[in-house]
């Protein structure tokens, strides 16, 4: 059932965000600018094509040696006095992150933007358990007032202009006047959250990237929330996918010339944090406890195709759905998972499953503008030719969660009957001749027609086939 | 094979194994030392950040009038590091009043959350590309004097500057003494997320002030 309903969200959720005048202008706005920025800081076409083959081969190579990676970060984070967790799904996750809160007696949770907690659903399940999360980043803080989930991953609130932010401060924050002025709508969330900082009991991260090699965490951010989130507070909880290990330390400066510049075309954020333990003895602050939870929840599945182990290069840059004539018009809500855009249709359906989610990969042109811009090289098109194909004709069994769910009683009797016309010249030639005659008849209702006609015209079939045309002009058919 | 731990390392051995690539050559700018100079300063300044080229030894007395004209009234320093002793020893009359982070800062929270006007830190490197200021804070120099309060005053010596990180990593041996936590700060604290818009200071300083010590003292 509940596979049903999302297969249809997409198509009908999109027709709905075409029809919207605002998102439209909020999007295009936005989309315009960061394309443009982006653009800017890869003019030295060289410069590009030599970082982002360095870049695409780094996580290439982290994927390869993942297990070892994996253990090699675990124990050197070990070493380093920061706790590790594992979890398979994000049930676990949620329930290893709030046992530590509960174990720390924390009631409340200063948080730093991270998409994997988005995928967990964390918050919800922390508000279940008596436990306030505060969302810190501006952008998270906004929707989390709004009670939206963020519809891009970098921009969480892109979807908003002015006006509707101004509405929501006005409305949500004791005492705020309504103001469309940027600086004190900033200044008023500034004065708002001083309080959650200074008295949570935790801070919640995601992390950009984990290095094996010196067990660090790697987070970078413009806003400064994340490094206070990660010091302030007495317990830092970081939770990750687990593909985001680096082998080495060495790793993270072409990967960090590429993200920022992908994603908002600044050439680095603001704050680059490296957080390889606990406050140790002598130092005055930062958090007593770091854990770090490795959240699984099918990412193993999809290593495990050498093909679609691209995916888990991504390093959630954004550039792809920036240029994706998809995404830009219709905007991240309407792809109704954490991840939106060309690397979401591709990751989504590989974590939910095909039954799940499986029109996400229909949701693209095949244009390739995602795979021009991705600056680990994902072939984002191929993959989601391949993923479409799995929908339908399962290779391996196993390799993609809901394979084959795609596949209908009438498409395969169509496709044989097909290949049935299409192998004797005889029944081509009767087949063509009855289409000729009878073909217009069809209804557009009729079964396989129907979609397709939904948003095209029926196709008109001529009175004579090409075949006939060419014999009558005097051409030979052998 | 009972813990998510073991299953999910299982199957991730047993993928199919995929040969790992040879990390293409990829060379980080290099500038000379004019430029390395000139970019680190426009690089920071176009992140908002001022810079004042000062000397090893008139910095105090031209910190004291920066911070006196912005009317600044108190300034959070560490009174352990040789910067931090310099300062305090020739502060003498100003209208900016010096603050020890001497103490947990669970003795110190107010003091840093709420009654700050600045936070004085060093920095163990500069980065010329894109215009970073290495942090790492030490038990002398915690973190958070370079993120709470509103001004966050940064001293950097011209002799430390590299042209990227890639340098600063190979040529400071990070990988063998990673401390509790490395930052690099590139301006401000800013934000974007409404329209696009810039604005600073939404959660650390507003203004970020870099005192650049020159290689030559004049
Ligand atoms: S798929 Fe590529 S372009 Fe898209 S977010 Fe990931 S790294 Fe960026």
Redesign the interface.
């Known amino acids: 059932m509940v596979a049903e309903t999302k297969k249809l969200e997409f198509g009908a959720k999109a027709h709905v965000a075409l029809n919207d005048p605002k998102l439209r202008a909020n999007f295009r706005r936005a989309m315009d600018g960061l394309m443009t920025k982006r653009a800017a800081q890869f003019a030295d076409v060289a410069e590009w094509t030599s970082l982002r083959a360095r870049g695409a081969a780094v996580r290439a190579n982290a994927l390869a040696k993942l297990p070892e990676l994996l253990e090699q970060l675990e124990a050197n984070c070990r070493k380093n006095g920061i706790q590790v967790h594992w979890a398979e799904t994000t049930a676990e996750a949620n329930a290893i992150v709030l046992g530590i809160l509960e174990a720390a007696g924390a009631k409340t949770v200063i948080k730093g933007k991270s998409m994997v907690t988005e995928e967990m659903h964390l918050n919800a399940h922390l508000e279940k358990h008596g436990i306030t999360p505060v969302e810190s980043d501006l952008g998270e803080y906004i929707i989390q007032l709004a009670g939206e989930a963020p519809s891009h991953i970098v921009m969480p609130c892109i979807h908003k202009n002015k006006a509707e932010i101004a509405e929501l401060f006005h409305d949500k924050i004791a005492g705020q006047a309504y103001t469309e002025n940027v600086d004190e709508l900033t200044a008023a969330a500034r004065a708002a959250l001083r309080g959650a900082f200074a008295g949570a009991d935790a801070g919640i991260s995601g992390v950009n990237f984990a290095v094996a090699e010196t067990g660090t965490l790697v987070l970078i951010e413009n806003e400064g929330n994340g490094r206070l989130s990660t010091t302030l507070p007495p317990l830092h909880i970081a939770v990750t996918g687990i593909e985001k290990v680096l082998e080495k330390l060495d790793d993270v400066p072409p990967l960090l010339s590429l993200l920022p510049r992908s994603a908002t075309g600044q050439p680095i954020t603001t704050y680059v944090n490296m957080i390889s333990s606990p406050r140790k003895e002598g130092e005055k602050d930062g958090p007593k406890a770091v854990h770090l939870v490795l959240l699984d929840n099918g990412r193993s599945r999809v290593h495990g195709d050498t093909e679609l182990r691209d995916t888990l290069r991504c390093i959630r840059c954004a550039a792809c759905m920036n240029h994706c004539p998809v995404y830009t018009r219709v905007g991240g809500h309407t792809y109704s998972f954490t991840y939106p855009g060309p690397i979401g249709k591709l990751l989504t359906p590989q974590l939910e499953g095909l039954d799940c989610a499986g029109d996400q990969p229909h949701a693209s042109t095949l244009c390739r503008a995602c795979a021009d811009v991705c600056p680990v090289k994902i072939p984002i098109p191929d993959l989601l030719v391949r993923l479409r194909t799995e929908s339908v004709r399962p290779t391996s069994p196993g390799a993609v969660k809901g394979a084959g769910s795609a596949t209908s009683a009438t498409e395969t009797l169509g496709w044989k009957g097909w290949t049935l016309l299409y192998a004797s010249p005889l029944v081509y030639r009767i087949g063509t001749r009855m289409l000729g005659w009878f073909g217009n008849l069809m209804p557009s209702s009729a079964p396989m027609l129907k979609q397709w006609t939904s948003v095209r015209t029926k196709p008109k079939f001529a009175p004579k086939s090409l075949h006939e045309l060419a014999r009558e002009k005097g051409f030979c058919d052998e | 094979m009972n ?3 073991e ?3 299982a ?18 700018p290099a500038y000379d030392a004019a430029t390395r100079k000139a970019r680190f300063k426009s ?1 920071l300044e176009a ?1 908002h950040a001022d810079v004042h080229e000062v000397s090893a030894t008139d910095w105090p007395e031209r910190l004291k009038t920066i911070l006196a004209n912005k009317g600044v009234g108190t300034m959070i320093y560490a009174p352990g590091t040789d910067a931090g002793k310099l300062l305090a020893g020739s502060w003498g009359d100003s209208p900016t009043r010096l603050v020890a ?5 669970e003795d ?2 107010d003091v840093l ?2 009654r700050a006007d600045a936070g004085f830190t060093t920095t163990k490197g500069g980065i010329a ?4 200021l290495v942090l790492w ?3 002398d120099e ?3 004097m370079s ?2 309060p509103p001004i966050h005053v940064a001293l950097v010596e011209e002799a430390s500057l590299t042209d ?3 340098e600063t ?2 040529a400071q041996g ?2 063998g003494q ?20 810039l ?1 600073y ?5 507003k203004e970020l002030i870099v005192l650049l010590i020159g290689s030559v003292s004049p």
């Open positions: 813990s998510p731990r299953r999910i390392l199957r991730l051995k047993a993928a199919p194994k995929a040969a790992a690539p040879l990390r293409p050559d990829w060379t980080p690089m992140s982070y001497d103490r947990p800062v110190f929270k959350v709420s590309q894109t215009g970073s804070p030490t038990p915690p973190r958070l993120l709470l990227s990180l890639a990593i190979r990070w990988a990673m401390p509790t936590n490395a930052v690099l700060v590139s301006g401000p604290s800013k934000t974007a997320d409404i329209e696009q818009t604005a200071g939404v959660h650390g300083p």
